[in-house]
């Protein structure tokens, strides 16, 4: 493997990523897009017997929205030699900028849902037949490890042990302004957990291979390479990143029927917005249609709806599926690892590795290499996708 190039080699390329870096700190999504009152709006909407439009807060924005769209297209990118990287920054910048605009436009409906469909996209009729395939099979495989017996405190406990297994140290922090049981955020190295939750164990071992085995991993590893955009996030992410983590809990033999069919149900809530439903109605196709219990549609309602409709649920599937296939193939696993990285970059990245402007991870997965996977009936599954 080649040295890592010293800055001098790279100057301009190490420059506008570093300006890059400072830009893009504000943004992350995920901070905005959770609603700040989302107890008092599901008591509102139970008591209304769900005909009730939930009117949710948002944080407030912390930067200029025009201002920093002016200095991202302010790089002088035409100073970066390879024409690969150049593509990727060229890229990364339209990204950012259409996070910027994604942000800006939380809580306001229709502008919100085309930057959210500009940034993660709708469900395509391949991921629609998909996910209506999964909803077909039998999830009665219930057992002990499905009963929700543990608070936020005590899950807090189990994801202290896990992590003892990688060498590498973030924050827990319980909030109640969560629509997830669970989530990472990427610029702080902090997972959330949802104070008001209850977790199954089956629960806390999805979350822990799903968390911390792939989003805190790429996390760090990230912060070990020499170019920040591998922190940051390259273009379309979402669906990269969400594959390998469910791939984890495939992988680590937690991945159950019942979870597959949520991710089933989020591409289903996620068309409904196409359709052009509103809350009630995606929570209505979900609970009497479907007859998903009412917390869970609630959630996976939430989840879609928040913001004004945020489409990114679609991705965790048609990701899963992506993974799955390039995993089976024999391909390597390592490479999209090395951070927030997306599989249509993977000749750049490797590009980048034989330059010495990136290096192989740090941190690996443990369930892609343990590979606890024992159940039939979702190898089948996972291999009818189409």
Not at 12 to 36: G, Q, T
Not at 333 to 341: A, I, R
């Amino acid at each position: 493997m080649s040295q890592i190039k010293t800055t001098e080699e790279f100057q301009d390329l190490f420059d506008i990523d570093s300006n890059l870096n400072r830009l893009v700190r504000n943004i992350e999504l995920l901070n905005y897009v959770n609603p700040l009152n989302i107890a008092s709006e599901r008591k509102k909407f139970y008591s209304s017997k769900y005909n009730y439009e939930p009117e949710f807060k948002y944080r407030k924005i912390k930067f200029n929205g025009y201002k920093l769209h002016r200095l991202f297209f302010s790089q002088r990118l035409e100073r970066i030699e390879d024409e690969d990287i150049r593509q990727l920054y060229e890229d990364v910048i339209y990204e950012y900028s259409g996070l910027i605009e994604c942000i800006e436009t939380i809580g306001h409906s229709r502008k919100f849902y085309f930057n959210s469909l500009k940034s993660f996209g709708t469900p395509t009729e391949k991921d629609i037949e998909n996910a209506k395939f999964i909803l077909r099979f039998d999830d009665s495989e219930f057992n002990e490890e499905m009963l929700p017996m543990y608070n936020a405190e005590e899950a807090r406990n189990y994801f202290d042990d896990f992590s003892k297994r990688y060498n590498f140290k973030y924050n827990i922090k319980i909030s109640n302004n969560l629509s997830a049981a669970a989530m990472v955020l990427n610029n702080t190295q902090t997972l959330v957990l949802r104070k008001s939750h209850k977790y199954s164990l089956n629960q806390l071992k999805v979350l822990t291979n799903h968390e911390i085995g792939v989003h805190m991993v790429t996390t760090f590893n990230g912060l070990e390479q020499p170019l920040k955009v591998f922190s940051n996030g390259l273009p379309n992410n979402v669906e990269t990143q969400e594959g390998l983590a469910v791939y984890s809990e495939f992988m680590s033999g937690c991945l159950t029927i019942e979870r597959l069919k949520e991710l089933a149900f989020r591409v289903i809530a996620v068309d409904s917005l196409h359709k052009g439903y509103s809350f009630s109605d995606t929570f209505h196709l979900l609970h009497s249609q479907h007859k998903l219990n009412r917390d869970k549609a609630f959630v996976i309602t939430l989840r879609v709806h928040r913001g004004g409709g945020f489409t990114k649920d679609h991705l965790y599937l048609r990701g899963l599926r992506n993974v799955y296939k390039y995993a089976k193939a024999g391909e390597d696993l390592g490479v999209l690892l090395t951070g927030k990285v997306t599989m249509q970059y993977i000749p750049t990245i490797k590009k980048m590795q034989n330059l010495g402007l990136a290096l192989p991870p740090k941190y690996f997965t443990d369930a892609y290499t343990e590979n606890n996977n024992c159940n039939p009936n979702l190898d089948f599954i996972l291999k009818s996708l189409k």
